[in-house]
Nanobody, 125 residues
Framework: VQLQASGGGQVQAGGSLKLSCVDS????????AGWFRQAPGKEREFVAG????????DYADSVKGRFTISRDNAKNTVYLQMNSLKSEDSAVYFC???????????????????WGQGTLVTVSS
C-alpha cells in the first residue's frame, strides 16, 4: 500500500476543501482507511475513519456534521469533504489504511499500519 494524499490548500473560514488519498499500489482491497491531522506543536489526532465496505464510519466530535469521509474502491481512493472550515481545522492531514483495524479502534493512531505523506490545510479567519 502506497498512500498519496492531495487536495490541501489555503481557504477562508467557512469555506470547503476536498482531500483525496490514492493507493498507488492498488492493493487497497479489504483495507479500512482514515484521516488524521496534526497541527504545529500538537499531537496527531483522529478525524475520520471508514471501513472497506463503507458500512462503518466514525468521526471525531470536532468535525461531525461538517466533514464527510467516503471512498471509491474502484479508484482506490478515499475522500474527505470538509465544509464550514474553521481556523482550528488548520493542520497537516494524513491518510492512513489498515487491513485488520475495526471501527472501535479507528481513533487510535497506533492501530493504523500504513500512512501517507500528508497534505497541508490552512484556514484563515
Amino acid at each position: 500500500v502506497q498512500l498519496q494524499a492531495s487536495g490541501g490548500g489555503q481557504v477562508q473560514a467557512g469555506g470547503s476543501l476536498k482531500l483525496s488519498c490514492v493507493d498507488s499500489d492498488r492493493t487497497f482491497r479489504g483495507f479500512a482507511a482514515g484521516w488524521f491531522r496534526q497541527a504545529p506543536g500538537k499531537e496527531r489526532e483522529f478525524v475520520a475513519g471508514i471501513s472497506w465496505s463503507g458500512g462503518s464510519i466514525d468521526y471525531a466530535d470536532s468535525v461531525k456534521g461538517r466533514f464527510t469521509i467516503s471512498r471509491d474502491n474502484a479508484k482506490n481512493t478515499v475522500y474527505l469533504q470538509m465544509n464550514s472550515l474553521k481556523s482550528e481545522d488548520s493542520a497537516v492531514y494524513f491518510c492512513t489504511a489498515d487491513d485488520e483495524i475495526v471501527k472501535s479502534r479507528f481513533r487510535m493512531a497506533t492501530r493504523w499500519h500504513y500512512w501517507g505523506q500528508g497534505t497541508l490545510v490552512t484556514v484563515s479567519s
